[in-house]
């Protein structure tokens, strides 16, 4: 089993609907940032295998369209969320941590940047995230638990 946030390509799962032009300036500023074995890569959540999930360093949602798939996934696995302030994931975030809000997409990028710099700082919201994993799936709309083909 991997190491949560240790060594390699710094991945970065990705949820929502089409996303905005914004979204490829993130993409393209990440990818700038990293390098060699620890570039970072974003990973369409729904192509992720569980090796995936285990060294994701974030699962970014980047619209307020309600993917409780992906969000529960994400907390059964320990991955912190970014989501947008206001989305249903962010309202967990009050209550047990291990979601970041942001209202711009710049200060998305700054969140995505600080899970992938600093380890630590992902390990703490890992260990919050999965806490919410209990309540989401209590609030969590019956679509949330069709079966998937994910791995663990």
Known sequence: MAVPG??????ILCAGQEP????????????RQSSGAARSRLLWHEWAEG???DNARALWLWDHSPNHVAAM???????????PVGSWVHGL??????VVGYQT????????RGMLAFPRLRDELAARVRA????????????????SAETK
């Open 20 to 31: 905005a032009a914004a979204v490829f300036e993130v993409a393209a500023h990440l990818h």
């Open 73 to 83: 996934s994400a907390a059964r696995h320990g991955v912190p969320i970014v989501a």
């Open 93 to 98: 975030a009050g209550h047990y941590g291990g």
């Open 6 to 11: 240790g060594g390699g390509p710094g991945i």
């Open 51 to 53: 090796r995936d999930w």
């Open 105 to 112: 997409y710049l200060e998305a990028m700054a969140a995505l």
């Open 132 to 147: 919410c994993s209990a309540a989401g799936a209590a609030l969590a709309p019956r679509s949330a638990f069709e079966l």
